[in-house]
């Protein structure tokens, strides 16, 4: 049986980005969401929570600030204290100039931040795949024990998909040996993982539907995660990082994913559905 998690990253970041990923969902095409706690307003939380979208926590040790103040996250923030970006986390990591516990009660307020606002933690991703990296992974399988997720993202898209695309095939492929550590200890711990995961050849395509249909014909048996990057076309965004995003939704939207998935034999599901949820730890 295959089944497909259509998973729309970033929820909260800003507003194009959080109106799209709902249209998305009342249009059938996307199963969950990832939130970004540390930019998520209350209005946004609560209607998430309204309109009965899957979610889980998008965690962000990149960019805005840290819920839990600077002390301790010296190593991976700005002087002005904002998170300073994916280099220098990884870097701080590799030196391990920065702890697994001050980690985790980072990544605890973040998840706290939905739990407060009455939403489940199904699942635990990050901003730019950073949770596969060692200490922060650590972190991960604690706090998804603590607050009762049951599964975890592994971005193990493979290297043969979209061989041609260079920029993301060098970026699987320096994934590649965290990704692979992070999903034995992720599994170890009994936390759910995919059978399959793309979405790293999804960002940012000007004719995304090619890739997406591509996708969907190439599903395994067993649960896979498609993860995107969808935004709502607004003239804040034309000239910025989400520039692209409008495309892929406009894309799931003209694909109408509900007739392709049924069309497919395949059938949407989302993390908690699949992995359950845990009862939180204190």
């Not at 709902?22 to 939380?45: I, K, Q």
């Not at 998430?48 to 899957?54: H, M």
């Not at 901003?127 to 975890?152: D, F, T, Y």
Request: aromatic share 6%.
């Amino acid at each position: 049986m295959k089944k497909v998690i259509i998973n729309a990253d970033d929820y909260g970041m800003i507003p194009p980005v959080t109106r799209g990923i709902l249209t998305a969902w009342d249009a059938g095409a996307v199963t969950s969401t990832t939130v970004v706690a540390n930019a998520c307003s209350n209005e946004d939380l609560q209607n998430l929570r309204r309109s009965g979208l899957a979610c889980g926590l998008h965690l962000d040790f990149v960019e805005g600030r840290p819920l839990t103040g600077k002390v301790g996250l010296e190593a991976i923030l700005t002087d002005n204290g904002i998170f300073a970006g994916m280099y220098r986390l990884a870097w701080a990591v590799i030196r391990k100039r920065v702890s697994v516990e001050r980690l985790r009660q980072e990544m605890q307020a973040q998840a706290d931040v939905l739990l407060d606002a009455g939403l489940t933690v199904g699942h635990i991703d990050s901003h730019w795949h950073m949770h596969h990296l060692p200490v922060i992974s650590e972190a991960v399988v604690q706090v998804a024990q603590r607050v009762g997720a049951g599964a975890v993202r592994v971005s193990r898209e493979p290297l043969a998909f979209a061989p041609a695309m260079l920029k993301p095939t060098a970026k699987k492929m320096l994934m590649l040996p965290f990704v692979a550590t992070a999903a034995r200890k992720f599994r170890r711990y009994g936390l759910g993982v995919p059978q399959a995961f793309f979405g790293i050849s999804l960002l940012d395509l000007k004719d995304p539907a090619t890739l997406l249909k591509r996708t969907l014909s190439r599903l395994p048996d067993g649960v896979t995660e498609i993860a995107v990057h969808i935004s709502e076309d607004d003239p804040s965004i034309r000239d910025t990082w989400y520039r692209l995003w409008p495309e892929t939704l406009q894309a799931l939207l003209q694909l109408d994913m509900p007739r392709q998935l049924a069309d497919s034999g395949i059938e949407a599901t989302n993390f908690a559905a699949e992995w359950g949820i845990r009862d939180q730890c204190g």
